[in-house]
């Protein structure tokens, strides 16, 4: 049963995090209204591919909420009806949730893969609440864990419509991240609490230097995304072919970024040194220095090349990634601990 379930909680871990990867590649191609409404997209389900679809035609039908663009504002169909020789407003209300009204279909099927992904992630772990019923005799806590993931996948949902009315604002931005991170821990925890740990020892003060290492990650990630808005905003001003403009005139977040970037490697090689001198058996900590190195490259292409094609999804990325490892880690340390107390 555990075996099945862990197997279940994994799939909805990597649909989970190829939700993180497609909501990296929308903010690189910069595709976050390719669909201006929510859930569904110009009020289809299945979105246009031509802009023709969202023009006013003569004799054509339209069902309920489908949407069209007059006068660059969208317009949505009061209910089904067919269109005569001429067009008639009655027919119409104005789109009342935010003014955005362009059409880019290369943006659009971006955006709608991006939703597509997490329909299929909100199903997964669905199934996986429904299967957790089966450990609710023995361990009531991997029910109520498994079921506050479908309801964190939904008010995840609810951030994603947030965003897209309020026209991709920052903050809402990164509190939409900040969720799917802990959707991420809580299924991470749903994995790693239905194993049987074999084969790791613990040390003294392990636990509390990682724990350390692992908030100065979180710290880092919210850094990153400050500076990911720095960039945003500098995008608008300069334009995006002017990359080497990008990072011009940053201010401190940046710099703090950059700068503290080096403690988090310092400290995650002395966690790595204590676990192999020691021969602990927590082999995740070569990920994480393989992940942290990763993020450093990427990181610093990006400051002296110009942003190369693709480092800014791949630094997102590799970002969760490593706070997913990191995690793991944290959560077989804590249970070595508890064994060695016991």
């Known amino acids: 049963m555990q075996h099945h379930f862990r197997k279940i909680a994994k799939i909805a871990l990597v649909f989970v995090y190829l939700v993180i990867a497609a909501g990296a590649i929308v903010r690189m191609t910069g595709s976050g209204m390719g669909c201006p409404d929510w859930p569904k997209c110009f009020g289809y389900y299945i979105p246009p591919t031509e802009a023709t679809q969202l023009q006013w035609q003569p004799e054509r039908e339209f069902k309920k909420g489908q949407v069209i663009i007059v006068d660059q504002t969208l317009q949505v169909a009061n209910a089904d009806f067919k269109t005569a020789s001429e067009y008639d407003p009655q027919n119409w209300a104005p ?116 724990l350390m290492a692992f908030v100065a990650t979180m710290v880092q990630i919210i850094l990153g995304t400050q500076v990911r808005h720095f960039v945003d905003e500098q995008i608008d001003v300069v334009g995006e072919t002017a990359k080497h403009l990008w990072l011009s005139d940053v201010d401190w977040e940046f710099y703090v970024h950059r700068s503290f970037s080096i403690a988090i490697v310092v400290l995650n090689l002395f966690l790595g040194r204590q676990i192999w001198k020691h021969k602990l058996g927590f082999s995740k900590i070569n990920w994480v220095l393989i992940l942290i190195g990763i993020e450093i490259l990427t990181g610093v292409s990006m400051y002296y090349l110009d942003f190369p094609f693709a480092t800014q999804p791949v630094h997102l990325i590799i970002a969760s990634v490593l706070f997913g490892v990191q995690f793991y880690l944290v959560l077989e340390v804590f249970r070595a601990k508890k064994f060695v107390r016991a």
């Open 95 to 210: 789109y009342t949730k935010h003014d955005y009204a362009l059409f880019n279909p290369w943006h659009t099927w971006i955006e709608f893969i991006n939703r597509l992904f997490g329909a299929l992630a909100g199903l997964a772990t669905l199934v996986l609440a429904i299967f957790s019923f089966r450990f609710w005799r023995h361990n009531k806590k991997i029910t109520l864990f498994s079921w506050l993931v479908v309801f964190g996948m939904g008010f995840q949902a609810w951030l994603g419509a947030t965003v897209v009315y309020s026209v991709l604002a920052p903050a809402k931005i990164t509190v939409h991240m900040v969720m799917a991170l802990l959707i991420v821990a809580l299924l991470i925890y749903l994995i790693h609490t239905t194993k049987n740990s074999q084969g790791l020892t613990y040390q003294k003060n392990l636990a509390k230097w990682l």
